[in-house]
């Protein structure tokens, strides 16, 4: 509240200044600073929606965003994409459409939360066009729009709007779709992004307002030092978008992390970015936001490194109870790329911590007292009535694990995870089906792309 | 408590149904099964230490048990031992007397539960006499003794005093070493688990009573009922250890894990275990007992399902506050193999969970507003006063992880976590320094081991 009050922030965004020095905020004429009040952010903050319920065109696929609950997106916007196989490479189209499919195919995946790699190939102006049509038919779960430039917000709002078969008043009398923005830490909100943020809370569409505050290169060396600018550079943001629609679905984002000091770069899922993690998640309550945490990692390959970094990041999501996890499979080297068998080793992962979730059952039956002295000092409980009732559903099943002895797994060629995984997803792409969608609908969002295809797309000197 | 009043355990050792009967227990005259009330029960317990000090033969060793102390013990118990180079193998002197040289180079390592592996090219009449000599010569940290029989134990509870240079009765004031017992689920202590753990109680030192409680096979499918049985066989046992010696050094011990109900195959690290050790954790506290966990998996290499269940297991001892967390590095094949490589990736896993629990600083210098409004919207923070002065100890260091960019890393090989790790524990072991020990008590020590060899050892007929 101190830097929001005394420091400042920066919005790049005439017209959002605009807004803010409307409602009385402190707006400098010769700089883009603006100070707001503690009483203002909190009166603003109060207005945002506590949860938020999204549906995407198939409503079978609806997620809530907030209190006790969880979504998992797959990760979002490397540029390099990797496998068993082919090894690293340039995102490209089929890979991005491949990992689209994953996220189709996998339960735990809820959202897509941007580009699962960036297809590099596709043209500039008009990917968007391409990239979400993909992304449109070939899931049918939430999706995410970037907001980098008017153009981009736009189609992919309208994209949406047809591949559900809405009205535009349809569309805005719930969220159908989310943004997420980062500020260009320390301290300042660039154009596109508040553009972008603003197009999406002006429509009823989700804003994630996520900081990009790396401990001690974009934000203090100090955890408290950088989550209190975290929080001072998301929640100046936040009342912004309360001005543009008094109750816009908004979300509190926290990527904290610290960097290596004897390199400048960032790491995650350290101590560090586990306690940030976790303070985040109550700093979020406090405020009674939604809150979106990450998956993330620094390594570069899909070995204990990468799994013990993101086993600590799952963790800290799951201790925190995170409501919207982004990056929650396939993401390496700090984000920098996607790897088809580290989204089957996370998806691992997510079900498992899905199923410790579960609550524990303390029923007189689950207490079994009679099964113990029914089974005896002598006996074995595989055999008893009271396990073959339960033993299907009693235990979480891996479908990555081996838990074979080692002399079975020896002879089966001595399989490890990373390699099961990529058999894994390639038998999944075989089997992948396409998602149903109305034929006029198709024909309607195919129109779409070309027409603005033709018209040029979106402007890229930006 | 319904187990233990209705039910009973049995105590296959005739010497601790009499003292059990002796306190008023209902002990049958024609079976092992002793059945005690639980006002009896709680009261035993009661009379436990809720924190034990335990000295080893170098006190700045000494390690507490209980409380919101958290130690942890390298892999026990194997029978084989693997690294990339020479691949698995079975346990013998010199990868044994090799990982006893690591458990005492790493920090995190408090104690030694038991041997790393087993060395099995040893006779089993004098193998516990070598090994003692090489734990404690080789390490000057805590040590665990097996209680597989009268004489191992005797000799054990001897060496440990000569290694500390004490005298009896110096060594009956403190716990000095401990035992760990397992019961043999369902419902049963054996003989050589009873003998050694009253041995160790009748002289001060500390018990974990372990029971081997697999959900679905020794125990109930329901996890309420696999820690109800738990319970029951670990205080049953504790009731007896403080009737030998009131305010004997005790612990409650926790193993409860679920079977794949496919194979019968143990599984560790699973959301099962997770909920079962936090919940063992709870019950610990409410008996004001010191409470032992594991650091546990069921995969067959150093991979990313060995991490991930690993890290599951201990973000289980992690947020359940585990005081003694045994197998904590180096353990695979659901116990069946120590890993050169694994103890590296644990001890790595092992410090950033210390580092995690350090707190975060919340005074004004730590919320550092001065050094945000310093930087302001245009700096980093790499340069700034505030993180100059604190950039050294800011972030937990890691020895393991590699977070170089992709191009580095591919163009110093490509090096994944367990190949790093193997080359780090053998530059280790090429660093190992011995710990000192008096000349004197060398001489006692390697007299009494072979006084005792020469008397044949222990009898292996058991």
Chains 1, 2 share one sequence.
Request: charged share 20%; proline share 6%; with cysteine.
């Amino acid at each position: 509240m101190r830097i929001c009050e005394e420091i400042g922030i920066d919005f790049l965004h005439e017209g959002a200044r605009e807004i803010l020095r409307k409602a009385g905020c402190e707006v400098d004429s010769d700089t883009p600073t603006v100070r707001m009040d503690r009483d203002f952010v909190m009166e603003q903050v109060a207005n945002a929606p506590e949860t938020v319920t999204l549906i995407p065109r198939n409503p079978q696929r609806t997620v809530v965003f907030g209190g006790p609950w969880a979504a998992f997106g797959q990760v979002a916007s490397p540029p390099n994409v990797s496998d068993l196989d082919g090894g690293r490479r340039t995102g490209n189209r089929k890979d991005y459409q491949d990992l689209l499919r994953l996220a189709q195919i996998f339960n735990c995946i809820h959202f897509t939360g941007g580009h699962p790699v960036e297809p590099v190939d596709l043209h500039a102006s008009t990917r968007h066009l391409d990239a979400l049509f993909d992304m449109l038919t070939l899931t049918d779960k939430l999706i995410h729009a970037y907001s980098l430039g008017t153009e981009r917000v736009e189609d992919a709002m309208e994209m949406v709007r047809i591949a559900a078969g809405l009205t535009p008043e349809e569309f805005e009398a719930a969220p159908r779709m989310f943004t997420n923005i980062n500020s260009s830490s320390p301290l300042k909100h660039d154009w596109p992004m508040l553009d972008g943020a603003m197009r999406h809370a002006r429509r009823n569409q989700l804003v994630i307002v996520t900081p990009f505050t790396l401990s001690g290169a974009m934000a203090p060396v100090t955890l408290a030092g950088a989550l209190a600018q975290q929080t001072a550079e998301c929640l100046a943001c936040l009342a912004l978008l309360q001005l543009v629609r008094p109750g816009a679905p908004v979300a509190y984002g926290s990527f904290t992390s610290n960097v290596d000091m004897r390199s400048g770069a960032p790491a995650f899922g350290t101590p560090e970015y586990v306690r940030a993690t976790q303070i985040s998640g109550q700093l979020a309550r406090y405020y009674r936001l939604p809150w979106r945490a990450s998956n993330a990692n620094a390594a570069n390959c899909p070995d204990p490194q990468a799994t013990w970094e993101s086993a600590a990041s799952l963790w800290a999501c799951s201790t925190a109870r995170a409501n919207i996890v982004y990056h929650a499979a396939g993401w390496l080297e700090g984000g920098l790329c996607a790897s088809f068998e580290k989204v089957v080793i996370d998806c691992e992962m997510l079900q498992q911590l899905a199923a410790y979730h579960q609550p524990v059952g303390v029923s007189e039956d689950d207490l079994a007292v009679e099964a113990i002295r029914e089974v005896g000092p002598s006996g074995h409980f595989l055999g008893a009535d009271h396990t073959q009732a339960r033993y299907k559903t009693a235990f979480y099943s891996p479908f990555l694990s081996d838990w074979s002895n080692f002399e079975t797994w020896e002879e089966g060629g001595s399989v490890e995870t990373a390699r099961r995984a990529n058999r894994l997803f390639r038998r999944l792409l075989d089997e992948y089906q396409l998602p149903p969608m109305d034929p006029g609908t198709l024909e309607a969002l195919t129109a779409f792309v070309e027409k603005r295809r033709a018209a040029g797309g979106a402007p890229t000197d930006f």
